[in-house]
């Protein structure tokens, strides 16, 4: 086939220029490598996400309840202290609930000795290992009697355990949030760290009175964890604690909530919804980035044509038809930006695998920027390809082969 | 019968405002296995000339029948057949593909034919052992010299079995010793049947045809056979 011996000429042709066909490569190796990338981390901050979502302990029948106005991890205000303990046990009294778990927060130094970590601290209730239904390796959780007596007691996630005790048993001994000792008394099971590098573990639960008299000086709550009887009652659970805590916190008809929900559907509609504007800038930047690779091509190939006027002039002279010029330009400018494509793709994955190495951000390889790439190049090499092509094709042979 | 058969060429180029005529009623026949000279100064239309009878450009007007067959008005497509399938040119600067050997060099021509035969490199082969260069098939053409890359031109120009070789100066970019070389092998070409037309300033070259034209002005001044030639 005539099509094919074309082909194989623009092989010879894009052999024979390399330094043209490598500056060629380059324009769509970069827009390309963008795109590998900019896909690679809007995926790996999905699957981070998700991932956190499984992490956050919720089963299909829970939801959090935020203080504060706001969206999901947004809070609009961080000083909203209208969430009481008296809304957690309003909540309670609900006819759908079957627990509640009011929490404080706060991220302390805890120290045994010489040895200090960071970690997020949380007072909270003993429903709370109910409702993550997290397992104890050594020791008790906190009891209704440490809640009452406000006991300095603390149970530690298997990572603050690793790092203050490096393999002693901590149970019994006494560790500092603030200057005040705590007794270790027990420890939780250990998760290890998601694929997205969150760390479970790293966390340190004392019963919340203890933590709203000691710790944050604060009677309001941070969160409050809702758990259901049953899933399908989540959507009228979470309009009966809307209407109770609004009515709690004597807001009127006209003000916003001041609280939030966190659901894991919630979550999800947040993902894709951010997914979706992701997607958006992402189709921006590479319709920008591949337009900028198209018209580098079609600039060297116009350039590198005028280089190769002669070998036109001699291959119309042998019986090469407008066609067949037109053919071999047009091949040469697909594969030069395939091979740019193929190169870009292999620039990214270099990339994100190095963001994700380094901890940098979150990336996720996935079989999508392979086939966009394929698509866009084919056609950023038709495109950008058949003006100089055309050109190529319509020199007239008896000027070209005198130049 | 004629194989060229030129009636009252003319053509002109047309620049911005103004048109320069470059062939004024040119009338030339070449029958089969004629062996012509083109002479004539530089400017007077000879390339020109070469270009209408290589179906490289068209008649401005008149008529130009090639093997029987009415070129003049072809479209790109049939005209490239008719270069493909009828014409050898051999250039005075030789224009081989850079980059590229000698043997893929010689196959080009049938790159782009209808039907190529079978055994296209052992035709190639063939071809270059004709001409002397059979120990030179992977050299590309920066490493042969002038001498040599003509013959592989020969040898292009001979792949497709045309019935017509035109040579544009083909021994202007030679030393004397590979100039008559390359005569020599026109010479014999001529007994094999094939018809030749030489365009060239140099009366010693065009000597060797048993026609010398001479053209002037883009026109022909004289078109005389040659007594001193002979097979």
């Known amino acids: 086939m005539r099509i094919f011996k074309n082909f194989g000429q623009a092989l010879r042709g894009l052999r024979l220029n390399r330094g043209n066909t490598f500056l060629m490569t380059l324009g769509v190796m970069i827009g390309i490598a963008s795109l590998t990338v900019i896909v690679a981390i809007g995926d790996g901050i999905k699957v981070k996400v998700l991932d956190r979502i499984a992490n956050m302990g919720f089963g299909p029948e829970s939801f959090s309840v935020i203080a504060g106005a706001g969206r999901m991890f947004f809070a609009r205000s961080k000083n909203t202290v209208s969430m009481t303990l008296e809304d957690a046990e309003d909540l309670l009294a609900l006819p759908t609930v079957r627990l509640v778990v009011p929490r404080q927060r706060k991220r302390l130094q805890i120290i045994n000795k010489k040895e200090f970590t960071s970690t997020r601290v949380y007072g909270v209730t003993p429903d709370w290992q109910l409702a993550r239904g997290w397992k104890m390796v050594d020791g008790d959780f906190l009891s209704d009697s440490d809640l009452d007596r406000k006991r300095r007691a603390v149970v530690l996630g298997a990572t603050p355990a690793r790092k203050l005790f490096k393999g002693e048993d901590p149970i019994g001994k006494m560790v500092r949030l603030q200057n005040q000792f705590y007794e270790v008394i027990g420890l939780l099971e250990e998760k290890g760290l998601t694929e997205s590098g969150y760390d479970p573990d ?13 710790l944050t000086h604060e009677t309001h709550l941070h969160s409050i964890k809702v758990v259901t009887l049953n899933p399908s009652q989540v959507p009228e659970t979470m309009e009966t604690v809307r209407q109770v805590l609004r009515r709690n ?10 609280f939030r929900f966190i659901t894991p559907e919630g979550i999800m509609q947040w993902v894709t919804e951010s997914e979706q504007a992701l997607n958006r800038m992402l189709i921006l930047i590479s319709t920008v980035s591949l337009l900028v690779g198209g018209i580098v091509i079609m600039n060297i190939l116009l350039v590198s044509i005028r280089e190769r006027v002669r070998e036109i002039g001699i291959r119309r002279c042998f019986g090469a038809r407008r066609s067949d010029i037109t053919f071999q330009f047009l091949f040469e400018s697909v594969l ?3 091979l740019g494509g193929i190169m870009g793709v292999g620039l990214g994955l270099a990339i994100s695998f190095g963001l994700k190495r380094f901890d940098v951000l979150p990336t996720h390889i996935t079989v999508e920027p392979f086939i966009l790439s394929f698509v866009f190049c084919t056609l950023i090499g038709l495109i950008f390809g058949i003006h100089p092509a055309r050109k190529a094709a319509f020199l007239s042979p008896e000027e070209s082969i005198r130049s | 019968m004629n194989l060229i058969e030129m009636n009252s060429i003319c053509k002109s180029y047309r620049n ?12 030339l026949h070449i029958k089969e296995g004629d062996y012509v000279s083109i002479m004539g100064p530089s400017g007077a239309g000879k390339s020109t000339l070469m270009a209408i009878m290589g179906c490289l450009s068209q008649p401005t007007s008149g008529e130009y029948i090639l093997d029987g067959e009415e070129v003049g008005q072809l479209n790109d497509r049939k005209l490239s057949r008719v270069r493909n399938e009828k014409i050898g040119f051999v250039f005075q600067a030789f224009h081989l593909l850079p980059g590229v050997t000698a043997l893929e060099n010689v196959i080009l021509p049938l ?5 190529p035969p079978g055994n296209i490199k052992e035709k190639a082969r063939e071809l270059l052992a004709k001409v002397g260069m059979e120990h030179r098939l992977h050299h590309t053409p920066g490493q042969l010299s002038g001498g040599e890359q003509q013959r592989v031109t020969i040898a292009r120009s001979l792949i497709n079995n045309p019935r017509i070789i035109l040579a544009d100066e083909p021994t202007g970019n030679l030393d004397s010793k590979n100039g008559r070389e390359t005569m020599k092998t026109f010479d014999n070409l001529v007994k094999e049947g094939k018809t030749i037309v030489l365009i060239t300033h140099d009366l010693e070259v065009a000597k060797h045809a048993g026609r010398i034209v001479s053209i002037r002005d883009g026109q022909i ?9 002979s097979l």
């Open chain 1, 336 to 338: 030069v930006s395939l």
């Open chain 2, 111 to 115: 790159v782009y034919a209808k039907r």
């Open chain 2, 16 to 27: 911005i405002g103004f048109e320069t005529r470059v062939l004024e009623d040119v009338t």
């Open chain 2, 221 to 229: 001044a004289s078109d005389h056979e040659e007594k001193t030639f």
């Open chain 1, 249 to 258: 916190h004597n807001l009127s008809v006209l003000a916003a909530d001041d």
């Open chain 1, 202 to 214: 790293d966390r340190a639960l004392i019963p919340l009175t203890t933590s709203m008299s000691r």
